[in-house]
C-alpha cells in the first residue's frame, strides 16, 4: 500500500511535492507518469501522442497498480481518474487532491510538453476541472490548496496526510 497517493490538475504541484514529501519522510517517490515511460519505452506524452489516450489509460493503470504496491509517495498522472478501475484503487488510498487557483496552474503548467492541453491551456484547464474535480473528490480523503510558497504547501500537505490517514 502507497504511503500517500497525490492527484490534482496539471500544474497542481504533484510531482514537486511527492519529492518534497518522500525527502521529508525519508521513503521511495513512484510517478505514474515514469513508470508509464518506463513500461512503454518512451516518455508519457510522446505515447499519447501516438498512442492516444485509451492506450495511455490502459497502460496508465499498469503503472498506477505498479505504484499502488510500493511503500511510497505516488505523484499521479492528472487523468487518471478518467477511468473507473483507477478510481476504485485510489479510493482505497491514502489519497489527497492536490489544488490551485485556475491562475497559478496556468503558470505552472507553462509552456510544458501537454498534449491534452492542447494551443489554449487556459480554456482547457477550465474543461478539465469541470470534467474531473467530482473525481478528484470522489477519491480523495481531502483536498489541499497548492498555492504559495513551497516549503508552506509542503506543511500543509503533511499536517493533511497526518490527519486522514487510514
Known amino acids: 500500500m502507497a504511503r500517500l497517493v497525490l492527484v490534482g490538475l496539471p500544474g497542481a504541484g504533484k510531482t514537486t511535492l511527492a519529492r518534497a514529501l518522500g525527502d521529508a519522510w525519508g521513503c521511495r517517490v513512484l510517478d505514474t507518469d515514469d513508470e508509464l515511460a518506463r513500461l512503454v519505452g518512451v516518455p508519457a506524452a510522446q505515447f499519447l501522442r501516438e ?50 487557483d485556475d491562475d497559478t496552474l496556468l503558470l505552472r503548467v507553462g509552456d510544458g510538453d501537454r498534449p491534452l492541453l492542447g494551443d489554449d491551456h487556459r480554456a482547457s484547464l477550465a474543461y478539465l476541472r469541470v470534467q474531473r474535480e467530482a473525481w478528484y473528490a470522489a477519491v480523495s480523503r481531502a483536498r489541499v490548496d497548492t498555492s504559495g510558497p513551497l516549503e508552506d504547501v509542503v506543511q500543509r500537505v503533511i499536517d493533511r496526510a497526518t490527519s486522514v490517514t487510514p
Open 51 to 100: 498512442r492516444g489516450e485509451p492506450a495511455l489509460r490502459e497502460q496508465e493503470l499498469a503503472a498506477l497498480s505498479g505504484a499502488l504496491a510500493e511503500d511510497a509517495v505516488v505523484a499521479t498522472g492528472a487523468g487518471i481518474v478518467t477511468t473507473a478501475t483507477a478510481r476504485a484503487a485510489l479510493e482505497r488510498e491514502n489519497t489527497l487532491w492536490l489544488d490551485s
